[in-house]
């Protein structure tokens, strides 16, 4: 398969003879995506940790910066005079931003987690003040000042940040939703997308938009999701909204939804990438993953290896003179031990975060390229 439109393309270089999972490119003006792939998350313009320099030299292709992060602060207005997020954080590569609306509706919301620790959808001290068509009226969390993000002012700032990849503007529902508020949330996310690819053509510049495929875990509003987002020409597809609470819920919502994706076009999964959710989840033929389970995992001393998560901060690890991981080339495991990283972890060094970090992204990259290997052999 092969899509081109402007300045963004991609190409299935292999569909495996074993599943749905396939290896392709994807192309944008800073460079090449190989998929499938993982991809980072930098909330505020940083992986937290790490720099944008040193998470080239991993080799992490594609990273995620967070909209909703961002307008707040710096504000798209500061990122725009520096001339886009590449310049502002000094990133070559391909960046994917997101339309800020997750952040906002898990405010309003909750998360999953909360909610099925029976909090329902009851608003917490939520800073969302009012969901209304035009777009959703919240409260900055830094400063106490009123912002209005719609599919307008989503895009916007997306083009004020210049990321190679938009996402459209979508409301989250709650997991527990009653069926008539979910077919409402439904059906005003997709009229949000269409406002929000109307704003993109009216400015297209060299960015790609991907819409949102929705319906919670109802399978039929998923296949009608993908009916209704193919009429448009959104250059990739996002799989969010509510994935289920457990990973079998997911897996199930996959095998209803990605056979009615459009072939040629990439997708990607939001906010899933860790490692067990992503080898089940490439056989559907899932291109990109976002996460920031790696860095996350990092900070709390847990090392992925191939003989599974080690955490360091264990008390066994105090004399532990090996490298986290002997075939592993990355700047920690060449040149600091086990045991050293445990005493940066006991004393709260900084450091800690820096190396674990680098490891668990090093891992990431090195992993997705043994899976493409995998697929090629049709091994998936």
Same mark, same amino acid.
């Given at each position: 398969?092969?899509?081109?439109?402007?300045?963004?393309?991609?190409?299935?270089?292999?569909?495996?003879?074993?599943?749905?999972?396939?290896?392709?490119?994807?192309?944008?003006?800073?460079?090449?995506?190989?998929?499938?792939?993982?991809?980072?998350?930098?909330?505020?313009?940083?992986?937290?940790?790490?720099?944008?320099?040193?998470?080239?030299?991993?080799?992490?292709?594609?990273?995620?910066?967070?909209?909703?992060?961002?307008?707040?602060?710096?504000?798209?207005?500061?990122?725009?005079?520096?001339?886009?997020?590449?310049?502002?954080?000094?990133?070559?590569?391909?960046?994917?931003?997101?339309?800020?609306?997750?952040?906002?509706?898990?405010?309003?919301?909750?998360?999953?987690?909360?909610?099925?620790? $029976?909090? +329902?959808?009851? *608003?917490? !001290?939520?800073?969302? /003040?009012?969901?209304?068509?035009?777009?959703? #009226?919240?409260?900055?969390?830094?400063?106490?000042?009123?912002?209005?993000?719609?599919?307008?002012?989503?895009?916007?700032?997306?083009?004020?940040?210049?990321?190679?990849?938009?996402?459209?503007?979508?409301?989250?529902?709650?997991?527990?939703?009653?069926?008539?508020?979910?077919?409402?949330?439904?059906?005003?996310?997709?009229?949000?997308?269409?406002?929000?690819?109307?704003?993109?053509?009216?400015?297209?510049?060299?960015?790609?938009?991907?819409?949102?495929?929705?319906?919670?875990?109802?399978?039929?509003?998923?296949?009608?999701?993908?009916?209704?987002?193919?009429?448009?020409?959104?250059?990739?597809?996002?799989?969010?909204? $509510?994935? +289920?609470?457990? *990973?079998? !819920?997911?897996?199930? /919502?996959?095998?209803?939804?990605?056979?009615? #994706?459009?072939?040629?076009?990439?997708?990607?999964?939001?906010?899933?990438?860790?490692?067990?959710?992503?080898?089940?989840?490439?056989?559907?033929?899932?291109?990109?993953?976002?996460?920031?389970?790696?860095?996350?995992?990092?900070?709390?001393?847990?090392?992925?290896?191939?003989?599974?998560?080690?955490?360091?901060?264990?008390?066994?690890?105090?004399?532990?003179?090996?490298?986290?991981?002997?075939?592993?080339?990355?700047?920690?495991?060449?040149?600091?031990?086990?045991?050293?990283?445990?005493?940066?972890?006991?004393?709260?060094?900084?450091?800690?975060?820096?190396?674990?970090?680098?490891?668990?992204?090093?891992?990431?990259?090195?992993?997705?390229?043994?899976?493409? !290997?995998?697929?090629?052999?049709?091994?998936?």
């Amino acid at each position: 398969y092969y899509f081109h439109h402007m300045h963004f393309q991609f190409e299935v270089l292999h569909q495996s003879k074993k599943s749905s999972a396939r290896v392709g490119r994807i192309h944008t003006p800073h460079g090449i995506i190989d998929t499938p792939n993982f991809v980072g998350v930098g909330t505020n313009g940083t992986m937290k940790a790490l720099d944008y320099v040193s998470v080239e030299e991993i080799g992490l292709q594609l990273m995620f910066c967070n909209t909703y992060h961002l307008v707040l602060q710096p504000g798209p207005e500061v990122v725009r005079a520096a001339g886009g997020l590449h310049r502002y954080i000094n990133r070559k590569m391909p960046l994917i931003t997101d339309s800020g609306g997750f952040q906002v509706f898990s405010l309003a919301y909750g998360s999953v987690a909360d909610e099925l620790k $029976s909090r +329902g959808t009851k *608003k917490r !001290e939520s800073s969302v /003040l009012k969901i209304s068509e035009e777009g959703v #009226l919240f409260r900055s969390y830094i400063d106490g000042s009123k912002i209005l993000l719609t599919p307008e002012t989503s895009i916007a700032a997306q083009k004020d940040f210049g990321a190679d990849i938009m996402i459209t503007f979508d409301e989250l529902p709650p997991y527990h939703i009653g069926e008539r508020q979910l077919k409402e949330s439904f059906d005003r996310t997709h009229r949000w997308q269409k406002r929000s690819l109307q704003a993109h053509k009216n400015d297209p510049r060299k960015q790609a938009l991907y819409a949102v495929i929705h319906g919670g875990v109802d399978w039929e509003l998923r296949r009608q999701s993908c009916s209704i987002l193919r009429e448009d020409d959104y250059e990739g597809f996002a799989i969010g909204g $509510s994935l +289920g609470k457990t *990973k079998e !819920e997911m897996y199930q /919502l996959l095998v209803h939804t990605t056979p009615h #994706l459009p072939k040629e076009k990439p997708n990607h999964l939001l906010g899933i990438g860790d490692l067990t959710s992503v080898i089940a989840a490439i056989p559907f033929g899932i291109d990109t993953f976002d996460s920031s389970y790696p860095t996350k995992m990092a900070r709390h001393g847990v090392l992925l290896t191939h003989d599974g998560p080690l955490n360091v901060t264990k008390g066994e690890h105090k004399k532990n003179f090996t490298p986290i991981s002997p075939s592993c080339s990355c700047y920690a495991c060449k040149n600091f031990t086990v045991a050293y990283l445990n005493h940066l972890f006991k004393a709260k060094e900084l450091l800690a975060y820096t190396l674990a970090t680098i490891h668990n992204l090093t891992f990431m990259v090195e992993k997705m390229k043994s899976l493409r !290997e995998d697929i090629f052999m049709d091994k998936i």
